[in-house]
């Protein structure tokens, strides 16, 4: 019975000396893979993603001077909810 219960632990600390061997040669070959380049889709994304967000401040301060504008022609009355 110990025997038993030695050559399982025995092969159990193999399997995961093997395991931790795996893990640390995929790292190493992960961290000697070049950088790759941001793709032409990704960059486009970016891009759309800058113009979409200085388009919405844009808009945004364009609102808030309409509403100011369009209290000051409606009357005092209606600017201070009288």
């Not at 994304?45 to 919405?56: D, G, Y």
């Amino acid at each position: 019975m110990w025997t038993y219960q030695a050559y399982v632990a025995l092969n159990l600390a193999q399997d995961r000396v093997r395991e931790a061997d795996n893990d640390r040669l995929a790292a190493l070959a992960r961290a000697n893979r070049p950088v790759r380049q941001r793709s032409i889709r990704r960059s486009a994304a970016v891009a759309f993603a800058s113009i979409s967000s200085a388009t919405a401040s844009v808009v945004r301060r364009l609102d808030e001077c309409v509403a100011a504008d369009l209290a000051e022609r409606l009357g005092p009355d209606l600017a201070t909810g009288r």
